[in-house]
């Protein structure tokens, strides 16, 4: 399965991976970000693993491990760097040594330096994709970004652009960049987003969707005994705006959800991740899911979903009667 990145033209694997957990742990004061302890060896192998399957979508951010996801996966990819596209982020300022995470920069100069440091890491000369990573930021301060976005894309930093965000109006703004292609958005079969998945199909922007699978939720190993370890972003330490899980175990509510639909995602032999992505294919012809990874079997089982395709017209609509 292929699908184009937005208005680009640049054709990806319709399923890409979200490399936040390999970067490991980091915090802001004592609120973990990270997802545990990662082992790089085995994140490396799983890279390879989703290259050999057909995977050429990668996403990441500066900041996931304060720099050290965008190492393994610079170190992964290796001379296959032109068989694949990158996307990665920027906005969060951090220590590398202390992976403490210290402050934010959108001023230009900010955003270049961050651009510079990201291709370092990377151990790349281009990015194909860089990604505003400021979900609430003002809309009417926007501009500037963007145009700074744009002339590096002018310069050959970046080939195109785009917004992290779950706002419909911070997405239309950069949607009038002519190098904008893609808005990343929080989406899964429990939680859509219309307003943001229509702005991506009017303007002919991607829509890249995190939380694919509901930080585990819809993995179908995740019980109300799960218990997050307290570096993760989801154990009793996490910050505000997860939801999905409290007080370091699922979310009683999402729970629910995820039990409702599970008979139809599993339908035809599919997994529950394997048909929380064929939902997502299904939802709209723009979206790009990026389940993350730790392991070689979870990105092989995720990348086995493209063999199956999207759900049906009688699946989704059986699902919007269950869940809505």
Not at 64 to 86: C, F, M, N, Q, W
Not at 91 to 99: G, I, K, P
Not at 300 to 313: H, Y
Request: negative net charge; charged residues 25%; aromatic residues 8%.
């Amino acid at each position: 399965m292929k699908r184009f990145l937005g208005r680009s033209g640049i054709e990806v694997s319709a399923m890409g991976l979200g490399c936040w957990a390999i970067g490991g742990p980091f915090w802001e004061g004592e609120t973990p970000h990270g997802w545990g302890e990662v082992d790089d060896r085995e994140s490396v192998r799983a890279i390879h693993a989703a290259l050999d399957l057909g995977v050429t979508f990668f996403d990441t951010a500066n900041v996931y491990g304060a720099g050290h996801s965008e190492k393994v996966l610079g170190k992964a990819l290796g001379t296959r760097r032109s068989d694949v596209v990158i996307a990665t982020k920027f906005t969060a300022v951090f220590n590398e040594e202390t992976r403490q995470v210290t402050g934010s920069d959108v001023t230009p100069e900010g955003i270049r330096s961050a651009c510079d440091a990201s291709l370092r890491r990377l151990d790349t000369d281009y990015i194909d994709l860089y990604q505003f990573h400021d979900n609430g930021y003002p809309a009417d301060k926007a501009v500037p970004v963007r145009e700074t976005l744009e002339m590096l894309v002018a310069e050959g930093k970046i080939r195109s652009y785009g917004w992290s965000t779950d706002f419909a109006d911070r997405a239309r703004v950069f949607a009038e960049g002519e190098h904008c292609t893609a808005i990343q958005l929080q989406l899964n079969v429990l939680d859509d987003n219309p307003d943001v998945i229509a702005v991506c199909e009017e303007h002919d922007l991607a829509a890249i969707n995190r939380g694919p699978l509901a930080m585990g939720l819809l993995t179908g190993t995740y019980t109300a005994a799960t218990k997050a370890a307290m570096n993760d972003v989801r154990g009793e330490k996490a910050p505000d705006w997860m939801k999905y899980f409290r007080n370091g175990t699922p979310n009683p509510e999402w729970l629910e959800k995820r039990d409702a639909v599970k008979a139809v995602l599993t339908g035809n032999g599919r997994t529950v991740s394997q048909g929380a992505l064929a939902w997502l294919w299904a939802r709209s012809p723009k979206t790009i899911p990026i389940p993350g990874f730790r392991t070689v079997a979870q990105v092989t089982e995720n990348a086995a979903a493209m063999e199956f395709g999207p759900l049906t017209a009688g699946e989704m609509a059986e699902i919007e009667s269950l869940i809505r």
